[in-house]
T-cell receptor, first 117, second 110 residues
Framework: GAVVSQHPSRVICKSGTSVKIECRSL??????MFWYRQFPKQSLMLMAT?????????EQGVEKDKFLINHASLTLSTLTVTSAHPEDSSFYIC?????????????FGPGTRLTVT | AQRVTQPEKLLSVFKGAPVELKCNYS??????LFWYVQYSRQRLQLLLR??SRESIKGFTADLNKGETSFHLKKPFAQEEDSAMYYC????????????FGQGTRLTINP
């Protein structure tokens, strides 16, 4: 089946620094990738939709200058949290759609836990 | 606004008992609904979708537009069903932007 990986699985960074999270589709080409954020014991909230070769579409309330998303190839999207603050600490999950599947099912990565100290 | 509500955060049943995980949605368009499952230390994965009307691992879910519900059911729970279950609504066909419910943690007691 379709596999999506994320790297790193967990990261700790200092307040004010930037951190990059990678999302890769390992065995299929993903036209669309999605980035979610999950707070402890809460649901997943869509942050942005990323289409290969074009600018990401951000959900209302998500700062595009803070959460930079790049989808430079059909197998890689990156999320960069710029000038991170403790309130950015969260679990970030990506998913990818496989258009070859015909129904655009989303395949999820394992998530990245970000802790900002 | 689109919204998915799962009223039960926790649900505990005994092995062999019937299970029903509730999901209600709010959406003005034509809904596409999904159930996702997350087993311990594993990633989120699709369990079933209302369009396919299939039964996966003994689970079924029927879309009731009148009650705006998409409850997940299984007649006889098994221990391996213990997991976190999320109901999700697609608000963009093709691109499949998903709105998730809060999730229900299902525990099957032996």
């Amino acid at each position: 089946g379709a596999v999506v990986s994320q790297h790193p699985s967990r990261v700790i960074c200092k307040s004010g620094t930037s951190v990059k999270i990678e999302c890769r589709s390992l065995d299929f080409q993903a036209t669309t990738m999605f980035w979610y954020r999950q707070f402890p014991k809460q649901s997943l909230m869509l942050m942005a939709t990323s289409n290969e070769g074009s600018k990401a579409t951000y959900e209302q309330g998500v700062e595009k200058d803070k959460f930079l998303i790049n989808h430079a190839s059909l197998t890689l999207s990156t999320l960069t949290v710029t000038s991170a603050h403790p309130e950015d600490s969260s679990f970030y999950i990506c998913s990818a759609s496989d258009p070859g599947g015909g129904d655009y099912e989303q395949y999820f990565g394992p998530g990245t836990r970000l802790t900002v100290t | 606004a689109q919204r998915v509500t799962q009223p039960e955060k926790l649900l505990s049943v005994f092995k062999g008992a019937p299970v029903e995980l509730k999901c209600n949605y709010s959406y003005s368009g034509s809904p596409e609904l999904f159930w996702y499952v997350q087993y311990s230390r594993q990633r989120l994965q699709l369990l079933l979708r209302h369009i396919s009307r299939e039964s996966i691992k003994g689970f079924t879910a029927d879309l009731n537009k009148g009650e705006t519900s998409f409850h997940l059911k299984k007649p006889f729970a098994q221990e391996e069903d213990s997991a976190m279950y999320y109901c999700a609504l697609s608000v963009s066909r093709g691109a499949q932007k998903l709105v998730f419910g809060q999730g229900t943690r299902l525990t099957i007691n032996p």
